[in-house]
């Protein structure tokens, strides 16, 4: 099981290294026996929207706190 000169262990590495799920990385593998490219790129799309969808999710707590910082230090400068 070898792409592109990529090992197995290297795979299962990368996967790991992206925060994919053991079953996502036991689904992956299980493609990669049967050849299925486009079923692995369609999972790793899925993973990498979900990372994606963290991403967003953490910014939009940093703007709030960036707004009450903003909030705060406009109340000091009137006082």
Known sequence: M?????????IIQNLKDAG??????????????????????????IHRKRLLDRIHSEEK???CLDYL????QKNMAAK
């Not at 070898?2 to 290297?10: A, D, G, H, I, P």
């Not at 994919?20 to 799309?45: H, M, N, P, V, Y």
């Not at 910082?69 to 705060?72: D, G, S």
């Open 20 to 45: 994919c799920d053991r079953e996502t990385a036991e689904r992956f593998i299980t493609l990669e026996g049967t050849g299925d490219t486009q079923e692995q790129l369609k999972l790793l799309s």
């Open 2 to 10: 070898e792409n592109r000169n990529t090992t197995l262990q290297e």
């Open 61 to 63: 707590r940093i703007d």
């Open 69 to 72: 910082v903003y909030q705060i």
